[in-house]
């Protein structure tokens, strides 16, 4: 990891530098007091005495802000009266509502602010409302996009029509107008999610603007963190977490929630200020305080560890200091405003559609980079007030703090020369980066959600924030499938830069009818392009520290290219199970296990496993390929599950197992070895490769690698990146050297394991591609395969993690899980990546075999613990396993489908990883052998061959090609312990 010495060190001469750098800065905004008694606010004054200068840069009366009557000494001639009483919800009122109230009740509300503060800063109000503050364009048109509203990506919609400056000139990246939000279509087909999505755009995604004050309106109760204004005071006037005011006003009540602190604009805008909105979405607000929304289910409160001690937002947050770090600035004492300019927030006179072309802020801006010392201008030339340089060193003043900061240069980092050297930076900070965000290695971590669910339900109704009317549909978005802190994802952001992605609000669709009857059942999306709309984005994820990622991570994992994972999928409908007699194709109830029944049976000789080719945008099964030993490989479409049709047969005796990569089936084919298979047509399947080993019996793909349990020869290695010349490139005894007893390596797994942050340390955990052998004799052996020519044993298990003499492994499955603590905070709730072993274990030499279930955490691979152990009732001999990932709303549940020889088939329950038990027995389901389960892989985003599965909504972006991903993938580490060990 590089140790990078942080801007914590250079804080004690702050004073000294501070002293003899003040000339150089900006100086700071007036103090406040009273507001000055003058004549035109000697009325106001009388009862409001005591109340703050609001404007201290310039003196401005009580009526030159409000309107109203000065003089009057009655309040109902001084104030200004409504013509009807506001709503007092968080409806956006219309743009031409009782304009003279509106003033009086916030002069800076942008209906009427280009008439109160646009008479000096004319200017900054009209830039105001193109920005994406004003339209919320992005947002709007992501989301319509991605559920199929929009026919392309351009930007159509904001919250108000809005038109660029007249004879402005539109920039590359800008459209010339937006209109308002189209109403919900009743008559539209009512089995499209685009019909209903619209209403979810209308009744939730409306808050996050200027043009409202959002839900925690005036008076409303139990609003913490989210009380603002709208308009130019949303950012300009501070408001504490309770809403409480103290302000010197007698007459502003000290217990009704919805006032500001004082009564005075600020130009020192507090990071708290900008998380009363940035606190959603893409939660870049609660990374950069080190803050992550909690899991579903997930215990929090003041006597749980690692979570807030109060609600903000109407949530606990988690916070976990060592392993979900603040971002360095926010923890330096730097604030949004620190590096965020003016136009960043309050826009430039263009309208833009995305927020990478709204910002001109680079981290380039304050550190420079390997050619040049900062110059302190941003990406448009516009200078930092805030920077200054002084010969070869760099300083910031803390807009809000005052603070001077040192700013390391990056050309410093890499000269051996200077002070702030650092070889492990110089290392990687190399022009064969130039194309890398710098964040792209120093965004420490992340939360993804994977999967959100939109629900509409027509039983109830519901605001519809832009009309003001309750209407049919009750709609939900927040609901979380999928959580985790630990998922990497890079691709090309609009720029060209490869930069890190998230999942922004994709969400796939439940919808009910009046009478409840479901019209739409967890569908996902698509997009006009033919795509899915399950997407992520290219995002700034505010959560840089010091310690980059380490090498491996983009280096060695696929995932971290969209290729994706297991530990994401989402059961869809059917299991798939070898039998003695065929193939059994079982439809899963996933509301009643008990419920799941066979649906067909395929008949052919004892098959042995099972490869699912499934459509990308609704995961349903297309295909089957199914390892027939003595015959072949035969292929079987699904499109009627219960009726599969034979679509063509390759002979292939020896095989064993199959595995699916892209367009290409990987075999393991007994002594003939790893033969690779070209189904791109699948009524001919083609063999076009092939890599000898001694007895390939299991096959399991990663990063364009494929990991064969080899028999007595234990685990061979082989590069599939050109399937039609794989290359063996090493293998390893799994007895270890000294031991020449053969192995009997029969399953195997494969699993990247990202790194996490340390904070304490100032390091990552390591990094590492996991691989997980199945052995007849030895048990479960783990491997790091980060270096394949050269893998090494991290663990090996002849019976040591259990007390039964031996284990004969049966089947195998690697997955990352987040586990939910007790209430009490006594267990905490942690991600950790899991070991699933089915195996048929003995308690002594000659005693009958029993089924036995072993969950195994091995975040420390080199120790992993045994946390669930079971017995599966009835005996028999335990022959295969398959994940499900159930989602019922609000929760994920989490089982696995066990099959035994001449038994009935078992779910476990595994949703409690340290409590494994028995859901349901199904008597009608007994498949004997390996399962496939058909699901939707949420993070995954293009297939093995580079073809795209899921859209992206920001023009420009998207994923490497194949080849792109394979260079990367095999590009030569140093030996410097960048491949950790």
Known sequence: MIRARTVFRIFMPVVVIATALGPFFTQDEPAVGPARSDRASQGCLSCHGGIE????????????????????????????????????????????????????????????????CGVCHGDAVSNLERSLHGTTAGHLSDGLYENGYLANRTKRYGIFPVTAAENAETPAHGFPSLTALPRFDPYAERDRIATHFIDAVRKSCLQCHLWSEGRAVRGRLGQDGDYRSDGCAACHVTYADSGLTQTDDPTIGKLEPGHPIRHVLTSKIPTE????????????????????????????????????????????????????????????????????????????????????????????TCHGTLERLSDGTTSRGRALPQLVRRGERVFMRSKLSGRVHIVKQTQHVVDPAHPHYNPR???????????????????????????????????????????????????????????????????????????????????????????GKTIIDQRMPETAAGLSGMTMVAHQMHTVRPAARSCVECHRSSAAWGLGTDSFALTRQLVLSTAPTGLEIVGIDRQNLAQSRLLARASMPAPSDIALTVDPLQAFAREAWVAVPGHGLTGLDLERPAFPEKLAELALPEIRAVERSGDHLLVAAGARGLVIVDVSDPHQPTQVGLAKTEDARDVAWLSYYAFVADGAAGLAIVDVADPVQPRLISRIDLNGAKNRRPNAAQRVVAFFQNGRPKASSRQRSPARLLVAV????????????????????????????SSLATLDVVDLAITSKFDLGSPGGEIRSEEHPYLYVLANARRRQGSAPEPRWFSIRITDPTAPKLVG??????????????????????????????????????????????????AEEIPTLRGTGRLAVESMRFDQQIDATGRRLKDVSHEGAGYLSREEIVRLLRVKLPKDGSVDR
């Open 53 to 116: 200068e609001m404007h201290p840069w310039h003196h401005l009366t009580c009526v030159d802000c409000h309107g109203g009557n000065g003089d009057a000494a009655q309040q109902k001639a001084a104030h200004v009266s409504p013509r009807r009483k506001l709503p007092g919800d968080e409806r956006i009122l219309p743009r031409d509502q009782d304009l003279a109230y509106l003033r009086f009740v916030n002069p800076t509300n942008l209906r009427v602010a280009g008439s109160v």
């Open 273 to 364: 200020t900008c998380t009363r909105c940035h606190y959603g979405d893409a939660s870049i607000g609660l990374h950069f305080r080190g803050l992550a929304q909690l899991v579903p289910g997930m215990p929090a409160g003041p006597e749980v560890p690692n979570t807030t001690d109060s609600r903000l937002n109407g949530a606990f947050y988690l916070r976990d200091p060592e392993q979900r770090p603040a971002d360095i600035h926010h923890a330096a004492g730097l604030a949004c405003i620190d590096c965020h300019t003016v136009s960043d927030v309050m826009g430039d006179g263009n309208i833009y559609g995305e927020m990478e072309h709204a910002v001109e802020i680079e981290c380039t």
């Open 425 to 515: 930076a110089a290392a990687a900070m190399t022009n064969d980066h130039d194309g890398l965000e710098c964040y792209g290695c120093h965004n420490a971590w992340n939360v993804n959600f994977f999967g959100f669910h939109f629900d509409r339900n027509e039983s109830f109704t519901q605001l519809d924030m832009l009309s003001g009317e309750r209407t049919a549909g009750r709609v939900t978005t927040l609901e979380k499938v999928f959580a985790t802190f630990d998922s990497l994802t890079l691709g090309r952001n609009s720029e060209g830069m490869i930069a890190p992605y998230l999942v922004g609000f994709s969400t796939f669709t439940t919808v009910r009818d009046a009478e």
């Open 774 to 801: 199945g052995d007849g004799e030895l048990g479960v052996t783990i491997l790091d395969a980060t270096d394949p020519a050269r893998p090494r044993q991290l663990f090996r298990n002849p019976g040591s993690l």
């Open 869 to 918: 152990e079971l017995t599966l009732p009835g005996g028999g001999i335990a022959s295969g396993f398959g994940l499900l990932r159930l989602y019922n709303p609000p929760f994920l549940t989490f089982h696995a489908l066990v099959t035994r020889r001449n038994r009935a088939a078992v779910f476990l329950d595994l949703t409690k990883s340290t409590a494994p038990k028995i």
